[in-house]
């Protein structure tokens, strides 16, 4: 793909080069603008919104502060009333009253402690507890002890301590209030327990945050035991309290995080109230901030978008105009080139395109000068070689010359030197036969029969030729003496050094729009050694000048792969004391294809 591209790049003309460099260099530039400014603006968000999340937790915090200060205010004053004191411990004793008793009780201390509780608006109740059940209850301030046994904590509670996220169970199971309260024993001089007060608050009033959650921020209470106080007022923040609750800091003091959840990038800050034995949770979405940063991103890059398309059209139009005196000197030589040299570039200016427009017309007076020089040399040439052509002697003379010693020799009944000069005339008629640089595989394999049967009449043994190549094979055509040079290097170097009588086979293969022509001696053959060392020779990758061995294989598979392509050429195989062959992969032509690639033949060899 790279590759690829680059040729695309290297096909552009100068002036859109140029157009397109600048344009890139200017894109990066602007895409390292506008990241830097998405970068910077979405971190001033981040640390504004972190101040924010953490100015909430320390406003939260100083609230809670000084509701539990009125909790604990209100609450001693009920643990330190004399009075009240003694009351409580008559009941848990049994000490029989009298109704005018309680009623004193009732008008002189409940009404003056409820007084007291409804001054306070943040005080959701204070209530008393006495160890009897059976005295009549003054409500709203002092209960039986069995009214306590409705809370799920009273079991367990300790003096002191703070319950928190509980119904009111006290007069009915349906009031549904989240209440946290201090709850504290009452004790006598002695020691003794003789009631319970509870200091109750609304959550809604010592947590408000928590009850007051919107789409982008969230507040919860996590208990030491993992228990979540929260309310579920947004379904997203609700289905990720436990992801929540991973990331929390774990620190005593207050912390903060800036993390993902779920898709959303949220800034979770945390208070650890010792108090509550809890971790107090302010969470703040970035969701709606992101949202409109990418907007006015979107904006941004549209602007930009425009702006480059603009600055392209300018650019575009500049580098024209600066290029072209560059186009005028390239349509003059191209004019050269299709043989019009009386073209000369007109010179304006001083600068380096006029130097060259001034360096180009001396050229042209040069190449013209030059020219009529090489006509005046090919004209003195072409009539001497015309001279030399009326000296040669006649080709249709040999011809004549041997058909008059064939005819001699046939008369003296020497038929075998009849059939040797017979082969020598195809031999020469093939080799002076100028019509076509290439030609079928059937006049090469004519070739190749009367050259044999001319070996046979110059060694002691005998070699046979045996040819099996396919019809249609026959019909295709390839560059001349491309088979002749691998028969000849294995009769000299094959069956020459075998020194009695062997086959040549030539066999076709077709493999699908190509086909191969193998030729395999029964000689000597090769160690892998030197066939590989052959194979290397072939394909010009080692050059050994004082070895004749290889050079006309060499010479074959350069002209076929100049012609057809590197796919294509010569491969060896080779057993020692069994065969070599010679493997010619070609391409195949139709009848139609043979002229189109005339040319690309002549230009091959």
């Known amino acids: 793909m790279r590759k690829k591209g680059k040729e695309v790049f290297n096909g552009y003309k100068l002036n859109k080069k140029f157009t397109i460099v600048i344009l890139l260099v200017l894109a990066v530039c602007l895409m390292f603008f506008t990241i830097n400014s998405f970068t910077t603006t979405k971190n001033m968000i981040v640390s504004q919104s972190i101040q924010e999340t953490l100015r909430w937790l320390d406003e939260d915090y100083s609230s809670v502060q000084k509701m ?7 609450a001693q004053i009920f643990l330190e009333d004399r009075e009240l004191k003694d009351f ?8 029989e009253m009298t109704p005018d008793q309680y009623y004193d009780f009732f008008k002189t201390n409940i009404n003056t402690m409820e007084s007291m509780v409804n001054s306070n608006p943040y005080l959701y109740q204070i209530r008393v507890y006495a160890y009897n059940n059976s005295f009549p209850e003054m409500d709203p301030i002092l209960y039986h002890m069995d009214r306590l046994e409705r809370f799920p904590w009273a079991a367990t509670f300790e003096s002191g301590t703070w319950q928190m996220d509980y119904p009111d169970y006290l007069l009915s199971r349906s009031d549904q209030h989240h209440l946290i309260s201090l709850v504290s024993t009452m004790t006598n001089g002695r020691g003794e327990e003789i009631g319970v007060v509870e200091a109750v608050v609304s959550m809604e009033e010592m947590f408000p945050r928590i009850y007051s959650a919107d789409e982008y921020s969230w507040s919860c209470f996590v208990k030491e035991d993992g228990t979540i106080v929260s309310s579920s007022a947004n379904s997203f923040w609700e289905n990720s309290k436990e992801e929540i609750i991973d990331v929390l800091p774990r620190t005593t003091s207050y912390d903060y995080i800036y993390t993902s959840i779920n898709g959303h990038e949220v800034i979770i800050a945390g208070q650890y109230m010792e108090k509550f034995s809890g971790t107090y949770v302010c969470l703040y979405s970035l969701a709606q901030q992101s949202r409109q940063m990418f907007l006015q991103q979107a904006q941004n890059i549209l602007v930009i978008i425009l702006v480059f398309l603009v600055m392209a059209i300018v650019i575009n139009i500049t580098v024209k105009s600066l290029f072209k005196r560059f186009y005028v000197i390239l349509g003059v030589v191209r004019k050269v080139q299709d043989g019009d040299l009386d073209e000369r570039i007109p010179v304006s200016g001083k600068d380096e395109i006029s130097e060259m427009a001034v360096q180009i017309n001396a050229m042209l007076d040069n190449i013209q000068v030059l020219m009529r020089d090489k006509i005046d040399r090919e004209v ?3 009539n001497t070689e015309i001279k030399a052509l009326q000296n040669q002697i006649n080709a249709h003379f040999i011809y004549n010359v041997l058909e008059s010693i064939k005819m001699m020799a046939e008369i003296d009944e ?13 031999l020469l008629r093939y080799n002076l036969k100028w019509t076509s640089s290439n030609v079928t595989i059937r006049e090469e394999i004519a070739y190749i029969r009367n050259y044999i049967r001319l070996m046979n009449l110059r060694y002691d043994f005998a070699i046979i030729l045996s040819v099996n190549i396919d019809g249609e094979i026959y019909e295709q055509r390839i560059p001349k003496m491309s088979l002749q040079p691998i028969v000849e290097n294995a009769i000299l170097h094959g069956i020459a050094q075998l020194g009695e009588d062997a086959t040549i086979y030539i066999k076709s293969i077709a493999w699908g729009d190509d086909f191969a022509i193998t030729i395999t001696d029964s000689g000597v053959g090769m160690d892998e050694e030197h066939r590989l060392l052959l194979e290397k020779k072939i394909n010009g990758e080692i050059d050994d000048p004082d070895s004749k061995h290889g050079i006309g294989l060499k010479n074959v598979n350069y002209r076929i792969k100049m012609q057809f392509g590197e796919e294509y050429g010569l491969t060896v195989h080779s057993m020692e004391g069994c065969y070599t062959k010679i493997t010619v992969r070609l391409p195949r032509f139709s009848e139609k294809k043979d002229d189109k690639n005339a040319d690309l033949i002549n230009r091959g060899r």
């Open 88 to 95: 409580l411990e008559d009941l848990k004793d049994g000490k």
């Open 414 to 426: 020497k038929y075998e030197i009849s059939d040797a000069i017979t082969a020598l005339g195809e």
């Open 380 to 382: 003195l040439v072409k």
């Open 68 to 74: 539990t200060e009125l909790c604990y205010m209100s």
